[in-house]
């Protein structure tokens, strides 16, 4: 029997790889996009443009599925947040409220909904999951979407405990690999410096944004794919919040040696201090999901960066 699956945000980072693990003969794929139209077809997918903060775009596209992936969302880039903390917060929130009603009342098996691990405190030891104190003071320019990701989870659980649906909430960290925002104004770290090494010319030098000791827990979408299908498999609960990152930090000019090392960045490096940045070190375990899921990360960090180095420059031109 084939899997009736949903990817809302198909057209997104996550979503497009997600879409294109899950096209296979095994599912029938509904795929939903509002301004970015699709460019991957397949007998698998049928394509629906809507506006998810709309109530009719949603209730057309909510019917009964296996397994409903929430991609979709408003986001922008370290820039604009510096500026406007509270930028999409509302279309956010009305978005998922919608989704996550149509959700419960057409009896959806499984909601994966992609949250982030922005809400934890700096910390250079590992944070669990239950390690998340509220009193506890967010970044600043964290503050909004930590509030907006907390909020949804907390429906998340509460729909748990009010239906037969399964709720899968994972706090992922810095994604990074194919279809993420290359060349873009709303790219993160990763995706931003891939696209200014190659737009580099001979001669000029390299501009990274903040004093360059700044860290992030980095994941590779392969990993964060088959952390997906172990938990869509595994998971028993009805409701888990579920870390799913590397468990281990790199600052920015780590990421930059690694870069040279494998002969990816040849021009010097200036760090622009003066620049926007975001001065916070999360550092998370995935202890738990090791433990209840099975799955770890296997991807070396040097050879992903260079695996999505080449992709880049093989797809973009």
Not at 53 to 66: G, H, N
Request: include cysteine.
């Amino acid at each position: 029997m084939k899997n009736k699956i949903l990817i809302c945000g198909a057209t997104g980072f996550v979503g497009s790889n997600i879409l294109r693990e899950y096209d296979n003969s095994k599912n029938i794929i509904y795929a939903t996009y509002f301004k970015t139209k699709p460019k991957y077809k397949s007998k698998n997918i049928i394509w629906k443009k809507a506006d998810l903060t709309k109530k009719a775009d949603v209730k057309k596209i909510m019917t009964k599925y296996d397994i409903v992936f929430q991609c979709a969302a408003f986001t922008s880039g370290v820039e604009e947040m510096s500026k406007n903390p509270f930028l999409f917060i509302t279309d956010n929130i009305i978005m998922n409220s919608l989704i996550l009603q149509e959700a419960i009342h057409n009896k959806i098996g499984h909601f994966i909904f992609l949250s982030c691990t922005v809400m934890y405190p700096h910390s250079n030891k590992q944070l669990k999951e239950n390690d998340l104190d509220h009193k506890k003071e967010i970044h600043p320019n964290y503050a909004g979407i930590a509030k907006l990701k907390l909020y949804i989870e907390s429906l998340c659980e509460f729909y748990s405990k009010n239906s037969n649906t399964k709720f899968s909430v994972l706090r992922h960290s810095n994604l990074y690999g194919p279809f993420d925002k290359f060349f873009s104004n709303k790219s993160h770290f990763m995706a931003a410096i891939i696209s200014r090494i190659i737009k580099l010319k001979k001669n000029e030098k390299l501009e990274v944004w903040g004093s360059g000791y700044e860290k992030r827990d980095f994941l590779h979408i392969d990993d964060f794919l088959k952390a997906l299908k172990m938990i869509i498999k595994k998971q028993t609960s009805n409701f888990e919040i579920l870390n799913v990152c590397f468990g281990k930090q790199y600052s920015i000019r780590e990421i930059i040696n690694k870069l040279i090392k494998k002969k990816i960045l040849t021009n010097q490096t200036v760090f622009l201090k003066d620049k926007p940045t975001i001065n916070v070190n999360i550092l998370v375990s995935n202890s738990k999901i090791k433990k209840v899921i099975g799955w770890k990360p296997s991807t070396k960090i040097e050879d992903s960066i260079l695996k999505t180095f080449d992709w880049v420059k093989a797809n973009y031109k």
